[in-house]
């Protein structure tokens, strides 16, 4: 069983910087990455990373946001600059373990974004 605890969340203006933060226990992570959901919409992939590195960006955060990993405390991070009102969302860690790639979410951590 993985615990993610998230942290990092907040309110920002257009423009601004947030770092989100996540944290897990156990072992065996393999991809861990950052999604984002609002009210009546799909949750979406923002940026995923794999334990050797290897990044992926949804299309409408490239450029902006940089996913890292610190694989020996487990922790992901999701800075994201040049924030725009639409990046406004709960943003929810998520991790995979083992061989069979058991997923895990974390509770979300809601980032506004103000105009």
């Known amino acids: 069983q993985v615990q993610l605890v998230e942290s990092g969340g907040g309110l920002v203006q ?12 156990g072992s065996g ?5 950052w999604y984002r959901q609002v009210p009546g919409k799909q949750r979406e992939l923002v940026a995923s990373i794999t334990s050797r590195g290897r ?6 955060v490239r450029g902006r946001f940089t996913i890292s990993r610190d694989n020996a405390k487990n922790t992901v991070y999701l800075q994201m600059n040049s924030l ?27 980032v506004t974004v103000s105009s």
């Open 14 to 25: 257009a423009g601004g910087s947030l770092r989100l933060s996540c944290v897990a226990s």
């Open 29 to 33: 992570i393999n991809v861990m990455g």
């Open 55 to 60: 990044t992926n960006y949804a299309d409408s």
């Open 84 to 110: 725009k009102p639409e990046d406004t969302a709960v943003y929810y860690c998520n991790v995979d373990q083992g061989l069979v790639g058991i997923r895990y979410w974390g509770q979300g951590t809601q």
